[in-house]
C-alpha cells in the first residue's frame, strides 16, 4: 500500500521562502485529499515540492510502491498545438522509455480516453480544443503513466459542472480501485465536502488546518482563512453544504452606511 506524509515542508525560490511549515500525518492510498486556501496561498509551490520540481526544507516520506511514482498535474499543461490529443498522451506514456507502444499500452490509453469522454475528440490537435477539452487532455496524460501518487492542480477549473462532477467522480473511484494517493487543489469547498475525504488548508504559504473535510470546512474557516461570512447546512439528502452571505470587508462597509 502506498503512502504520503510530510514532515516540516518548505519551498524556496532563491532566498525566498514561500511555503513553509507543512506537516501532514500519512495520507493512504485509496481516496482524494482536497487542498483548499485562498489565491497564491501556496497549494502550487507545495504540490512542485512533493512532486520533487522545488526545493525546500521538510521531508517528503514515500512509502510503499510510490517511489518514482509521483506525477504532478500543473493548473496549464503547456500543451503544445502541434499535437493530437492522442499524440499527447501517447507522448505522456512514454517519457524516459522507448517510444515503441506496446498493445497493452494502446489499450490503457483508449481506457483512459473513454473514461473521460474525450475518444471523440482523440485526433483533433490540442490548440483547435476548448480550455476545458485541454484539461480533460492533460488528465489524460497524467493517468496514462499510472501514477501512485497524483498531485492534480485545479483540474476541473475550466470544466464545466457536469464535467466537474463527472471527473471527481471518475478520480475517486481510480483512487479506490487503484489505491492511488490523490491530492487535488480545488476552490469549490462543497465539492471538496462532497468527495475528498480529507482536506489540508493552506493559507499565506502555512498550513492552517488538516484532517476529515467534515471537521475541517466550518464557519470558522471561511470566516478566518477566506474572509467570509458563512455557514454549514445539511442539504434534504442530509449532506453539509456551504452558504457564504458575503465577504467581511463589504459586511463592515455596510454597517457603516
Known amino acids: 500500500m502506498v503512502s504520503l506524509a510530510l514532515e516540516g515542508v518548505g519551498v524556496r525560490y532563491g532566498h525566498t521562502e514561500v511555503v513553509g511549515g507543512v506537516t501532514v500525518p500519512t495520507l493512504r492510498g485509496g481516496g482524494l485529499t482536497a487542498v483548499i486556501g485562498p489565491n497564491a496561498a501556496g497549494k502550487s509551490s507545495l ?21 518514482g511514482s509521483i506525477r504532478y498535474m500543473p493548473q496549464d499543461t503547456g500543451a503544445n498545438a502541434v499535437l493530437t490529443l492522442y499524440e499527447s498522451v501517447v507522448l505522456a506514456a512514454k517519457l524516459g522509455s522507448s ?47 499510472r501514477p501512485r501518487i497524483l498531485l492534480m492542480d485545479e483540474p476541473t477549473a475550466a470544466l464545466d459542472l457536469h ?14 480501485r487503484d489505491d492511488m494517493v490523490v491530492l487535488i487543489a480545488i476552490h469549490d469547498l462543497n465539492h ?3 468527495f475528498c475525504a480529507d482536506t489540508i488548508v493552506v493559507a499565506n504559504g502555512r498550513m492552517a488546518a488538516c484532517g476529515p ?37 463589504a459586511g463592515a462597509v455596510q454597517a457603516t452606511l
Do not use: W
Not at 512532486?51 to 510502491?65: I, K, N, R, Y
Not at 497493452?104 to 471523440?120: G, N
Not at 471527481?168 to 479506490?176: I, N
Open 213 to 249: 473535510s467534515a471537521e475541517i470546512v466550518t464557519a470558522e474557516l471561511l470566516r478566518d482563512v477566506y474572509r467570509v461570512s458563512g455557514r454549514i447546512e445539511r442539504c434534504s439528502h442530509g449532506l453539509p453544504h456551504v452558504i457564504v452571505d458575503g465577504p467581511l470587508e
Open 47 to 67: 504540490f512542485k515540492r512533493i512532486a520533487g520540481l522545488a526545493s525546500g526544507p521538510g521531508t517528503v516520506h514515500v512509502e510503499g510502491d510510490g517511489a
Open 192 to 194: 471538496a465536502l462532497r
Open 99 to 145: 517510444l515503441r507502444v506496446s498493445d497493452a499500452e494502446l489499450a490503457h490509453i483508449d481506457e483512459i480516453l473513454d473514461a473521460l469522454r474525450i475518444a471523440d475528440i482523440a485526433f483533433r490537435n490540442l490548440g483547435e480544443l476548448s480550455g476545458g477539452q485541454r484539461q480533460l487532455a492533460g488528465i489524460a496524460q497524467a493517468l496514462v503513466r
Open 163 to 176: 464535467r466537474q462532477m463527472e471527473v471527481l467522480s471518475l478520480m475517486r473511484g481510480l483512487a479506490r
